[in-house]
């Protein structure tokens, strides 16, 4: 049986905010598994570690007890880091440049053959439909149409596995429609997914299955119908199921 596209198994994660200071538990003992080809959505309120998972799945930080491996390699190893593409917060794209300038740019310092960088650059512009405001300037740019030069550029490296950091965050309700429609479209084609959000209407489109993080601990994890199956969750929205859970929790914290 092949590996899962990204596998947690008892990750826990603790940092010192200042020398002297009593270390802060980002992640506490996070198993999960993201099976290939598929939509996993972190869930949690502010402080409850997604953000971290990601970072850790890609290499950028080490947990400090357990493991994690991208296919059944580390996130720090070449193999990996060829398999990813990051969709961050698009608040460090360069503004001054035009989509196309910087989606050159993206691919020069990726090493990516010169020769390809056309073609590859008109295929991720056309995939998050940015065609025909490739050659405007960012700054230009509305949030939903930044998010989706940044997934433009994770895209350029056709990667196998996408990380996603509060991809709907500022983004109106169009931008959302097409990004959801974007993501999609990706799945189908193969794509394995992993984000984090606060936007459970959108996850329970899209997602195969949710993880609910709580204080950097799993609270809960399954299908959309699972988790709005269970005996507590009588109400109609995921959210509604989501803030039962972190009372739950709370109550248990205590």
Known sequence: MSAPAIAFENVTKEFSLRRGAARVRALDQLSLTVPRG???????????GKSTALKIALGLIEPSKGKVSIEGSAPTSAVSRQRIGFVPDSGGLPLHLTAREALD????????????MKERVGRAVMAVDLNAAVDRRIA????????????????????????????????????????????????????????????????????????LLHRGRKIG??????????????????????????????DVLR
């Open 38 to 48: 598929k939509v996993v959505a972190l869930l949690g309120p502010n402080g409850s």
């Open 105 to 116: 740019w993206w691919g020069r310092i990726n090493d990516l053959p010169t020769r390809e």
């Open 140 to 211: 230009e740019f509305s949030r939903g149409m930044k998010q989706r030069l940044v997934l433009a550029q994770a895209l350029l490296l056709n990667p196998e596995i996408l990380l996603l950091d509060e991809p709907f965050s500022g983004v109106d309700s169009i931008g959302i429609d097409r990004l959801t429609r974007l993501l999609a479209g990706l799945q189908q084609q193969g794509c394995t997914i992993l984000l984090s959000s606060h936007l459970l209407s959108r996850v329970e489109e899209i997602c195969d299955r949710v993880v």
């Open 221 to 250: 994890e399954g299908t959309v119908e699972e988790i709005m199956g269970a005996p507590f969750s009588r109400q109609r929205g995921l959210d509604d199921v989501f803030k039962e859970r972190i009372d739950s929790a709370e």
